[in-house]
C-alpha cells in the first residue's frame, strides 16, 4: 500500500506564493507484526498491534487506547455489594487488580446482607435463611 505525503507552504504579504509538496512513500512495518507504522500504536513492538491480545503488562497490547482492558491472563474478580468479603458469583469482571468493591472470592449466596455468606455464624436455629 501506497501513501502520500502532501505539504502546502502559503506565504503570507505582497508576493505570497503557494506550493504543493507531494512525496509517495511506502508505509513500513519496523518490528514485522503485521502491521504498518500507519495503524499500528507501538511499531517498535511485535507484541502490539491493533487485536493483540490484552494481557497484564501496563502496555495498551491491542490499540484500543486503554491499557489492561479485558485482559486475557486477568482474573475474576467479584462486586462485593454488602462488603462482607464475599462476592456475588453473577457480578464478574475479568482484571489484572481487583475493581473497587470487588473481591476474589465469588461465593456469597445474598449479596444484599452481609449476615449471609459462606462461613457465616448460624447460632438462630428458627431462622429460616441459611
Same mark, same amino acid.
Given at each position: 500500500m501506497r501513501a502520500r505525503l502532501v505539504v502546502v &507552504? #502559503?506565504?503570507l504579504g505582497t508576493g505570497a506564493c503557494t506550493k504543493e509538496v507531494v512525496q509517495e512513500y511506502e508505509p513500513r512495518d519496523y518490528d514485522d507484526?503485521?502491521?504498518?507504522?500507519?495503524?499500528?500504536c507501538d511499531d517498535g513492538d511485535a507484541?502490539?498491534?491493533?487485536?493483540?491480545?490484552?494481557?497484564?503488562? =501496563? #502496555?495498551?497490547?491491542d490499540c484500543d487506547y486503554v491499557v489492561d482492558?479485558?485482559?486475557?491472563?486477568?482474573?475474576?474478580?467479584?462486586?462485593?455489594?454488602?462488603e462482607d468479603g464475599y462476592g456475588d458469583p453473577h457480578e464478574a469482571v &475479568?482484571?489484572?487488580?481487583?475493581? =473497587?468493591?470487588?473481591v476474589a472470592a465469588g461465593t456469597d449466596c445474598d449479596d444484599a446482607?452481609?449476615?449471609?455468606?459462606?462461613?457465616? #455464624?448460624?447460632?438462630?436455629?428458627?431462622d429460616p435463611h441459611d
Open positions: &507552504v #502559503v506565504g507484526d503485521g502491521f504498518s507504522e500507519l495503524v499500528d507484541t502490539v498491534y491493533p487485536g493483540a491480545d490484552e494481557v497484564c503488562d =501496563e #502496555v495498551d497490547n482492558d479485558d485482559p486475557v491472563d486477568g482474573s475474576g474478580w467479584y462486586l462485593d455489594a454488602d &475479568v482484571a489484572c487488580a481487583a475493581p =473497587e468493591g470487588h446482607d452481609d449476615a449471609f455468606h459462606p462461613g457465616a #455464624v448460624e447460632d438462630d436455629c428458627t
